[in-house]
């Protein structure tokens, strides 16, 4: 449906449609058009152009949008109107006839997209600051192991000092440190609520636009129309984050991948990020890290174009700007996929600390501490860099390392050399004398970890709201923690279990069994009862179960329940039990009981809590096997299924 058709006197071209039609690209606003149509309605109902039944009205309409949206969006992308705003306009009328076109009073389709783009730009914004704070842990891991590893340091690819590979990692998470401020910093100037702006001279209606923008969670308005319609300046600063950042994670694949060489030798990757050769089968190539290096000239490429596209455009609003999205949303996509794939590879990298160590003790790296031993002895620093000179010339004629040469040896080029000097020439002393803030001696190394991990808690807690304050600090957390466990929901999928599943149930069981957390399961057992049993998908990988274990007419148990630890916190256990209560209302059973260390979890599912007394022998008798038997610390609770409702679950079956 085109929302300008009146004043034409026939149809646009399919070919120009084609041409001008954006919702293969915008329908990714979907979720935040909506949003902020449920917020526009709630200003134009206090200015009195909706009544409260009608507005009522758009708002259920628009979740119901809502959830379809989220449960489908590629059919958002099919759906074959003009752009996103269209669509959604499009379908509020297929529900509710005239009522949806009296929405889109006071409202542009201009100030519409640019607070879409806003609220799109927030939310991907959240994600990316955890991605780089948790490439930085990964670094940070890893500069951990390798704390007392040394590496040969280079300049202009020669070597030139010892470092340690822990102090190597460090230099790139300073460099994301820069990253995620440059990232929060745009991200606050993009907190800015466009909505009410009208094409570009305002809204006729006297909107409360401070209630909008604190609807859809802005820090404030704009402040001028004109502005706030062509603004595209946090599509640009973000592009520039990503681009910029990009470049550091080119650096660091460039270093990794001369370190992986077989010239090198330093490191080895997992076999989780390489490839092998399709004629050599020798060959384990460094793929992950060549493609790190290579997207950052398409993350390059759209901020260029995006500095072109607007370089030239007149006040306000112009066509040129729905180019504006393509770019963005791929070269977003493009840095939060390198920094996640640089987390595998950071985890399963190796170092052969063998190698590292004999390179940093060839290349003569202990040239400079020579030197600076002479200074010790009142040499001027320019005639000792020269007397080691013609030292390190010999030496390489000779074949020789500098601690290799005798004492008389060496008074040949000073008679300041005493029989102290062999001690300032080994790679320890060159390390721990790099004291100062900010050297690689591994003290210092330790200590900027450390400062390190409380600068990054501080990043998050500071995310896109602007404030320090714990209200600010939480709520901030709290969104983006949302944002990531809505993904995973969707990401995930809840089922009847298979007998295909009963060796991945067996090891979740024997997990938390071991743990004390749950009965020990025989496989035998596990067998016997798969069909009582559900589990939890992501991306086709079984990562948690449960089990609805039914004792007699009318009563059943949730047991076993259990997910992979590294999936926790993403909803799977709660997605579980919800299916085992829908499970148990389907077959109209009465009471559900569970017997947990967790009563919290289950206490906001609707569980109360109920005496152990009170349940049935066989319910106790299971207990006999519990290693905890003697010193139980469990809670007894129930749940009592309401015939005929409906317990609202996302599973497949």
Known sequence: MALWGGRFKQAASAQFQAFNDSLPVDYRLAEQDIIGSVAWSKGLLKVGVLSVEEQQRLESALQELLAEVRDNPQQVADGGEEDIHSYVESKLIDKLGDLGKKLHTGRSRNDQVATDLKLWCKDKGGELLLSLVNFQQALMDLARRESDTVLPGYTHLQRAQPVTFGHWCLAYVEMFNRDIGRLNDALYRADTCPLGSGALAGTAYPIDRDMLAEELG???????????????DHVLELLSAASISMMHISRLAEDLIFYNSGEAGFIELSDDVTSGSSLMPQKKNPDALELMRGKAGRVYGAMSAMMMTMK??????????QEDKEGLFDALDTWQQCLEIGVLV??????????????AQQGYANATELA?????KDVPFREAHHIVGQVVLDAIEQ??????????????????????????????????????LGGTSKAQVERTMLSLESEQQHS?????????????????L?????????QRAEAMSVRRAKMTDVDEILRIVAYWSDKGETLPRSRDNIIHDIQNFVVAEIDGKVVGCACLYIYQTGLAEIRSVGVDTVQQGGGQGKAMVQYLLEQARHIELSRVIVLTRVPDFFAKMGFTPTLMDSLP??????CDICPKKHACDEIAMEYRVKLGGEIPVKAVE
Request: net charge negative; hydrophobic share 35%.
């Open 218 to 232: 802005f820090r404030r308005p704009t402040m001028n129309s004109l502005d706030a319609v062509s603004d595209r």
């Open 312 to 321: 030239a455009l007149p006040l306000a609003y112009n066509k040129d700007m």
């Open 346 to 359: 950071a985890d399963g990298l190796s170092v052969n600390s063998g190698r590292t160590l004999a390179a």
């Open 372 to 376: 600076d031993y002479l200074v010790s």
């Open 399 to 436: 074949e020789k390392p500098l601690e290799d040469f005798s004492l008389s040896q060496l008074q040949a080029y000073s008679d300041k050399i005493g029989d102290d000097v062999y001690k300032h020439l080994s790679i320890e002393s060159c390390l721990d004398k790099r004291e100062a």
């Open 460 to 476: 998050l807690k500071t995310h896109v709201l602007g404030g320090t304050g714990s209200e600010q600090i939480q709520l901030a």
């Open 478 to 486: 709290k969104q983006v923690q949302q944002r990531l466990n809505a």
């Open 617 to 622: 022998e066989k319910v106790i008798k299971d």
